[in-house]
């Protein structure tokens, strides 16, 4: 569970961080938030999580458009079944294409566009009652890590935005996210990035 665990919060962090990269906007504004809430003389801690909200909107964001696992672990019908028009066959092996639910022009305006502003007075979760955003799946085969995973991956982003300013080894707008897909979804090309002693005087 730890070795799954690893590889898919790094994954999330790292496209986020991508995401954030090119919209210098939502980074400006996830700072902005970091700054007021947190300040510039202590560290991040799991208890500020809940009081930055924009924050959670970018990794909601970026699980959306990135989830860490496409297609979730497969189930097999245990019956016939009809399922919206669509016949099941017993004993048929079924994938939940959640990369793909993530970026449906149905349930999500501008679907490819990284807009956590969506989030922001949304009462949508990725615990498994919104089946628009699934990363970690639903019902009684959720993820068990979730827990973990959400404040891990919201700790580890917090920190490196609130301590370091960045700087990205090519244009920010043009930064590549050609996905790698397995398992997991990873970058094609890992994201390069370099850390600077943050300026607080320029948020």
């Not at 959670?56 to 964001?61: H, I, L, M, N, S």
């Not at 245990?78 to 919206?84: H, V």
């Not at 068990?144 to 935005?161: D, K, M, P, T, Y």
Request: aromatic share 8%; net charge negative.
């Amino acid at each position: 569970m730890f070795m799954a665990g690893s590889e898919t919060t790094s994954s999330t962090i790292e496209w986020a961080m991508t995401e954030l990269s090119r919209s210098p906007e939502s980074m400006r504004k996830a700072k902005q938030e970091l700054n007021q809430v947190i300040g510039p003389n202590r560290v991040v801690e799991e208890s500020d999580i809940d009081d930055l909200p924009y924050l959670q909107a970018v990794v909601k964001e970026s699980m959306r458009l990135h989830p860490a696992v496409p297609l979730l672990i497969p189930r097999n019908a245990i019956e016939d079944t009809n399922f919206m028009g669509y016949v099941i066959p017993k004993d048929t092996q079924i994938f939940v294409n959640v990369w793909g639910i993530g970026r449906d022009p149905g349930s999500w305006d501008e679907p490819l566009c990284f807009k956590p502003e969506r989030f922001i007075g949304s009462n949508i979760e990725y615990k498994g009652q919104n089946f628009e955003l699934l990363p970690f799946g639903s019902g009684r085969r959720i993820c068990v890590g979730i827990s973990l995973a959400h404040r891990v991956v919201h700790l580890a982003l917090a920190s490196l935005l609130h301590t370091f300013d960045w700087d990205f080894d090519s244009d920010q707008a043009n930064l590549d996210t050609s996905e790698r897909v397995g398992i997991t979804l990873r970058k094609l090309i890992p994201l390069q990035a370099i850390p600077r002693k943050r300026n607080r005087g320029n948020d």
